[in-house]
C-alpha cells in the first residue's frame, strides 16, 4: 500500500544532519526550536520539496541562506529568526508562492529586499527586523497583509504609498531606519484595524490636515523624530480614543493636548506603573505646553518635570488622580507661567521651589490634601496674577512683611475650604498692589495656542468660559477660621469684583470704606459674627449684583436705593436686628418699590416671559454688570464643584434684570411719585 505525504516534527539535539534529505520522505512540517547547531544551514535542506511549515529559530545558525531554499514551491511557513545568517537574499526566485510568513529578523542580512518578497500574493507576516537591509522599499503587492515588521535596518527614503491600502493591516513597525519625509496625518485613515504604529527614531515629520480620522490605535511610537510644533486638538480626540500607550518623546513638539481622555499606564503585566506619567515625557525638551487635564492618571508625578522646566511654559494635569508628595523641582532657568494641579489627591508641602519660576502666572493647586502653611514666599514672584489654594489642608496665620512688596500682580487670591486662623492682616492688603487699579485690558499668560478656560455645569447646562483668569480680580477667604475686624484696607481694592469673606469668625462692624469698591458684584461676608449698621456707602455700589450678610449680629435699617431694591429676604436671613425691604419689619421711612395688585400681575407676566427667554449663557456672558460676575464665579465654582451657589446667584441674576424691566415698563411718572411720597 502507498502511503500519503507525511506530517511530523523532527527533533534534533546539538547537529543539523549532513546526509542527504530523501525527497522520498515528503517531510511536510519541520521544527527545530533553539537546538544549537553552530553550523551552516545545508543545501541539501532544499530537497525536502513538500515542506509546508519549516521552523529554524533560535538555532545559532550561520553563512548564507542555501539558494535551494528560495525555491521550495509549498512552503506557508518559513521562520530562520534570530541566527546569525548573513548575505543577501536574491533578487529573482520561483518559488515561495504560498508563502503566509516569512520572518528572517534578528540576523545579519544585508543588500536590497527584493522586489518579489513584497509581491508575494498570499503574504500576511513579513518580519525582517534587525538587520542591516539598505535601500528603499518598493510598493506593497498583497492587501493580506496584517503585521510588518522591518525596525533595525539602514532602510531609507518615503513611506511608500500602497501602505494606505493594506486594509487588514494591524501593526506596523518601522522603527530605527532612515526614513524621511513629511506624512500628512490622512496617510493612515484607511486603516481601520491599525493598532500598533511604531514610527521612531527616523526623521519623519507630520502634516495635520483638516478632515476628521478616526483610527483604533492602542499603540502609537513617533519618538527621535523631526514632529514639530503642536498636534491639533481633533486628531488626539480621533485618534486616542483607544490609545493607551504612547510615545512622542525626542521630536520638536511645542504643545501636546492629552486632555478629556481615559488615559493610563500599565507595565506588561497589566500592572500599573508607580508613575503614570512615564519618565520619557521629560525627554520632550522642545515642549512648550503639556496639557493631561480630565484623564484617569494615579500615581506620583514624576520629579523629572522639573528638568523640562526651562522650555515648559503651560503644564496642565487638573482633574486626575495623582497622589503622594509633590517632589518636583523647579530650577532657576524656569519659564513656566501656567501650573495647574487642581483636582487630584496631591499630599505634603508645596514645593519651595516654585519661587525659582519667576515668569509664574498662574498657579492653581487646589482641591487637594496639601499640609502646609500659607506660602509667602511665592510673593516676590514678580508676575504671578492667580493663585488658588482652596480645599487643602492649610493652615495657621498667615504673616505678610509690609516692607516687602509681596505678590505685586495677584489679582485672583482663592484660599477658601482651609483652616487658616488668627487676623487678616493689613499687611497682606497692603501689598497686593493690582487690585488697586482697575484694569480695561486683558493681559495674562494665554497664547495663541493655549488659553486658560474653566467649565461650568448647571442646570443641565455645560458652558465654558475662556479666559478668565487675567480678567477679573477676586477673593476668596471663605470657609476658613480667620478672626478679629474686618480691615477697612480692603476697601482700597477698588479692582475686586467678587469678595468673599463667608464662613469664618469675624466680628465688629462692616468697615464703610467698603462702598469704594465700585465694581464689586458679589458680596458674601454670611456666617460671620459681624454687628452694628449696614453702612450707607454700600448703596452706593451700583455693580453689586449678588450680596449675602446673612446669619450675623448686623441690626439697624436696611440701606434704601435702586440697587439695595434688588435683593431678597435670603440676603439678610438670621439677622434678627435688621430691618427694612425686603424684611417684614417696617423701618419708617425706609425707600421701598411700589407694589398694587395691577403691578403684581405684570409681574408675574413678566416674570414667566423673561424666565422663559433667558439662557445661561446670557447669564454668565452678560446682562448689564453680568458679564464679570459671572465668568469670575465660574471660575470658583469650577474649583468647589458647588452648583448650589451659582443657581441662587443666577436667581439674583434674573430678578434683577425682572426689577429694570419693571421700571421700564411702570414708567418714570409712576417712579417720581414713588420718591415724592418718601
Known amino acids: 500500500m502507498k502511503l500519503g505525504p507525511l506530517s511530523f516534527k523532527f527533533i534534533l539535539n546539538g547537529y543539523f544532519p549532513k546526509t542527504k534529505w530523501n525527497s522520498s520522505a515528503s517531510i511536510m512540517e519541520l521544527e527545530l526550536p533553539g537546538v544549537n547547531f553552530s553550523s551552516n544551514l545545508p543545501e541539501s535542506i532544499g530537497c ?11 538555532c545559532n545558525l550561520s553563512g548564507p541562506i542555501p539558494k535551494s531554499l528560495w525555491d521550495l514551491t509549498h512552503v506557508e511557513y518559513l521562520n530562520l529568526g534570530n541566527n546569525h545568517l548573513e548575505g543577501s537574499i536574491p533578487l529573482f526566485t520561483s518559488g515561495l508562492q504560498n508563502l503566509k510568513t516569512l520572518s528572517l529578523s ?4 544585508n543588500g ?17 527586523g534587525s538587520n542591516s537591509f539598505s535601500g528603499q522599499l518598493e510598493d506593497f503587492q498583497s492587501n493580506l497583509l496584517v503585521d510588518i515588521s522591518l525596525e533595525g535596518n539602514k532602510l531609507q527614503g518615503y513611506l511608500p504609498k500602497s501602505i494606505r491600502n493594506l486594509v487588514n493591516l494591524e501593526m506596523l513597525h518601522f522603527s530605527s531606519n532612515n526614513f524621511s519625509g513629511k506624512i500628512n496625518v490622512s496617510f493612515f485613515s484607511n486603516l481601520k484595524k491599525l493598532e500598533e504604529l511604531n514610527l521612531s527614531h527616523n526623521s519623519i515629520s507630520l502634516i495635520n490636515c483638516k478632515n476628521k480620522i478616526k483610527v483604533n490605535l492602542w499603540n502609537l511610537d513617533l519618538s527621535n523624530n523631526k514632529i514639530q510644533g503642536s498636534i491639533p486638538d481633533w486628531a488626539w480626540s480621533n485618534w486616542l480614543l483607544s490609545l493607551t500607550v504612547l510615545n512622542l518623546s525626542h521630536n520638536k513638539l511645542s504643545v501636546l493636548n492629552l486632555s478629556y481622555n481615559m488615559l493610563t499606564s500599565f507595565d506588561q503585566n497589566s500592572r500599573p506603573h508607580l508613575y503614570s506619567i512615564p519618565s520619557s515625557v521629560c525627554n520632550l525638551t522642545s515642549l512648550r505646553v503639556l496639557y493631561l487635564a480630565r484623564n484617569n492618571l494615579k500615581g506620583a508625578i514624576p520629579q523629572c518635570l522639573g528638568n523640562m522646566s526651562d522650555q515648559l511654559e503651560f503644564l496642565d494635569m487638573q482633574h486626575n488622580s495623582f497622589s503622594g508628595d509633590l517632589q518636583t523641582t523647579f530650577g532657576l532657568r524656569s519659564g513656566l507661567k501656567s501650573f495647574n494641579l487642581h483636582g487630584n489627591k496631591l499630599e505634603g508641602k508645596i514645593p519651595r521651589s516654585l519661587a525659582n519660576c519667576k515668569q509664574l502666572e498662574v498657579l492653581d493647586l487646589g482641591n487637594n490634601h496639601l499640609n502646609d502653611t500659607f506660602p509667602m514666599w511665592l510673593g516676590i514672584l514678580p508676575k504671578l496674577r492667580v493663585l488658588s489654594l482652596r480645599s487643602n489642608k492649610l493652615h495657621g496665620p498667615i504673616r505678610a512683611s509690609r516692607s516687602m512688596k509681596l505678590f505685586p500682580k495677584l489679582r485672583m487670591l482663592d484660599l477658601s475650604c482651609n483652616a487658616f486662623t488668627a487676623e487678616i492682616l493689613t499687611s497682606l492688603f497692603h501689598n497686593l498692589k493690582a487690585m488697586k487699579r482697575i484694569y480695561q485690558t486683558a493681559k495674562g499668560p494665554n497664547d495663541d495656542y493655549y488659553e486658560d478656560s474653566v467649565t461650568v455645569v448647571t442646570k443641565g447646562q455645560e458652558l465654558e468660559v475662556v479666559r478668565i483668569l487675567s480678567l477679573y480680580t477676586t477673593m476668596d477667604l471663605s470657609i476658613n477660621k480667620f478672626e478679629g475686624q474686618i480691615r477697612s484696607m480692603i476697601g482700597d481694592l477698588i479692582a475686586l469684583r467678587v469678595l468673599n469673606l463667608s464662613h469664618n469668625g469675624l466680628q465688629g462692624h462692616i468697615p464703610t470704606s ?18 452694628g449698621d449696614i453702612p450707607e456707602t454700600l448703596a452706593s455700589l451700583t455693580s453689586l449684583a449678588v450680596l449675602n450678610l446673612s446669619r450675623n449680629n448686623l441690626q439697624g435699617c436696611i440701606p434704601g436705593g435702586p440697587q439695595f431694591a434688588t435683593f431678597q429676604n435670603n440676603s439678610y436671613e438670621g439677622n434678627d436686628g435688621l430691618r427694612g425691604f425686603p424684611l417684614s419689619k417696617d ?6 418699590p411700589e407694589s398694587d395688585s395691577t403691578t403684581g400681575v405684570l409681574d408675574q407676566e413678566n416674570n414667566s416671559m423673561l424666565l422663559s427667554e433667558l439662557s445661561w449663557k446670557v447669564v454668565l456672558m452678560g446682562y448689564g454688570s453680568g458679564l464679570f460676575i459671572g465668568s469670575s464665579i ?11 451657589w451659582l443657581s441662587r446667584i443666577a436667581d439674583d441674576l434674573e430678578y434683577i434684570i425682572i426689577v429694570r424691566r419693571r421700571k421700564k415698563q411702570l414708567g418714570q411718572r409712576r417712579y417720581r411719585r414713588r420718591n415724592n411720597d418718601v
Do not use: H, M
Open 48 to 58: 525536502l520539496t513538500s515542506l509546508v511549515y519549516l521552523s529554524l529559530g533560535y
Open 106 to 109: 534578528g540576523n545579519s542580512l
Open 112 to 128: 536590497a529586499i527584493p522586489s518579489w518578497i513584497f509581491s508575494l500574493p498570499s503574504l500576511t507576516y513579513l518580519g525582517l
Open 514 to 531: 467698603l462702598g469704594k469698591l465700585s465694581v464689586v458684584e458679589s458680596f458674601d461676608l454670611s456666617f460671620n459674627q459681624l454687628s
Open 587 to 592: 423701618c419708617g421711612s425706609s425707600w421701598r
Open 634 to 644: 465660574a471660575y470658583f465654582l469650577l474649583s468647589s464643584r458647588n452648583s448650589n
